[in-house]
């Protein structure tokens, strides 16, 4: 059986699975375990991301004082980029025990092989200081590579950091905190929680289920940049959207259950909208990240917030937090459409929660 859904049905599917309506969630590990993860991008143009997500989901009760507290108790642990709760981390035990991946390997990820093995008593002699003096950040490690790490990009000759990295994947060292910015490294024996590994195939279609979960709605297979996959493979069941090609895989439990929506302001790496293309199918909204484009060229702003109201994204907030100031500059609201008076409360009442959270006042113009 295949479910049909209206354009409505799906907007509605996808922003209840996030945790963005009127009934607001109450507490951060909750919220953390429900969405999977929380990706850990530092940017501060207004607030940093992980601030961000969980402030939109919690509202005024959110404190970054919370999230802190969790990561220094290892409720949650940062993995690849991500933080995620700890319990978690055994469905990603098999994953690292069978680095660099399952086979058919691709030809970059044998190229990441040979230079790991290539440099074995590099990684050996990180592991030996990290278990006598760590944690440490990469800067304070020694560089004892014999092959340096090259890339077409901003990585070329960072080879203690490329390597810290390849030994996070294979479960040999992880982020123990971070200090102004700085990942501070340890082993991973020492900052994951003990427990079983959850075999290969059982903890992929665990984290397909949750992510399914997380999503709502989502394709069963999608080509996306390296990180957290945005597709589901079999979880859920089999579903098409009224005037969007192709078949979709939804989370049964969104299909019942009323609808109350609110105004929410989100990340621009928010999972909602993330993944572009989704965003654009089934939420029919128009956005970019224009912090890579000369200020000349942008239509919205640096940071730019997509506003989302009920099951619909419908502008989009340029804002700075100015803390020196004490300001949380709105430079412009861009609405797609004529917004109601609904919608302009909305964003003013965010507005002021956001500020409320940084301990700034709203102040609108340069």
């Avoid at 949650?76 to 469905?91: K, S």
């Avoid at 702003?301 to 100015?322: E, I, N, S």
Wanted: negative net charge; charged residues 30%; aromatic residues 6%.
């Amino acid at each position: 059986m295949v479910i049909e859904l209206s354009r409505r049905d799906a907007r509605r599917i996808a922003v209840r699975a996030q945790l963005l309506t009127a009934d607001r969630p109450t507490d951060v590990l909750d919220v953390v375990r429900h969405l999977g993860l929380v990706q850990m991008d530092l940017t501060a143009h207004v607030a940093v991301n992980a601030d961000l997500v969980l402030w939109s989901r919690l509202g005024s009760s959110y404190s970054p004082a919370a999230l802190d507290e969790l990561l220094e108790s290892r409720g949650l642990v940062e993995l690849l980029g991500f933080l995620r709760p700890a319990e978690d981390i055994r469905l990603f035990r098999a994953e690292m025990e069978a680095w660099p991946g399952v086979e058919p390997l691709s030809e970059w990820r044998r190229e990441i092989e040979a230079w790991v093995e290539d440099n074995r008593s590099c990684r050996e002699d990180l592991l030996t200081r990290l278990r006598s003096e760590g944690p440490l950040p990469a800067r304070d490690l020694p560089d004892t590579t014999v092959v340096p790490w090259r890339s077409s990009g901003w990585t070329n000759s960072k080879n203690v950091q490329r390597m810290l990295d390849m030994m996070e994947q294979r479960g040999e060292v992880a982020v123990s905190s971070r200090e102004n910015r700085e990942r501070n490294w340890d082993l991973a024996s020492r900052v994951y929680p003990d427990g079983p590994t959850v075999p290969y195939d059982e903890a992929e279609a665990e984290r397909d289920r949750r992510r399914l979960v997380a999503l709502g709605i989502a394709r069963a297979r999608v080509t996306f940049p390296p990180g957290e996959p945005n597709h589901v493979n079999d979880a859920g069941v089999e579903a098409v959207v009224e005037g969007v090609r192709g078949r979709w895989r939804v989370e049964p439990r969104y299909l019942e259950g009323s609808f109350r929506g609110r105004t929410a302001l989100l990340s621009p790496l928010d999972r909602l909208v993330f993944d572009r293309k989704r965003m654009a199918e089934l939420l029919a909204f128009d956005y970019q990240l224009e912090m890579y484009k000369p200020a000349a060229k942008r239509r919205w702003g640096y940071f730019a917030l997509p506003v989302l109201h009920g099951d619909r994204l419908v502008g989009k907030v340029d804002a700075q937090t100015d803390l020196a100031a004490g300001m949380l500059r709105v430079h412009a609201v861009h609405w797609d459409d004529e917004p109601s008076a609904a919608m302009r409360e909305g964003v003013e009442r965010e507005l002021r929660s956001l500020a409320a959270l940084l301990g700034v006042e709203v102040r609108r113009g340069d």
